[in-house]
């Protein structure tokens, strides 16, 4: 059997991608993103349930005031 031997110009250790902090700016301003998403996600339904509780309450109270006068 052959063996193969892959010689590679790079280092065996990890690079520093960079001395600034620039990929934990970016990381924070991603999370920051998705947390702004998640919360007007939230407050849209939150609401579409309200709108839809408040319809309910007021067709369930039409319909027993009208069984009540009906009786």
Same mark, same amino acid.
């Given at each position: 059997?052959?063996?193969?031997? &892959? ?5 065996? &250790?990890? %690079? @520093?991608?960079?001395? %600034? ?17 998640? =919360?007007?996600?939230?407050? &849209? ?5 309200? @709108?839809?509780?408040?319809?309910? %309450?007021? =067709?369930? @109270? ?7 006068? @009906?009786?």
């Amino acid at each position: 059997m052959l063996g193969i031997l &892959y010689l590679t110009t790079e280092p065996m &250790y990890r %690079k @520093k991608l960079d001395n %600034k902090g620039q990929g934990s700016a970016e990381l924070i301003l991603i999370i920051g993103g998705l947390i702004v998403i998640v =919360l007007l996600v939230g407050s &849209y339904m939150s609401n579409i349930t309200s @709108k839809t509780q408040n319809n309910l %309450k007021g =067709l369930l @109270k039409e319909e027993r005031d009208f069984i009540i006068n @009906k009786i």
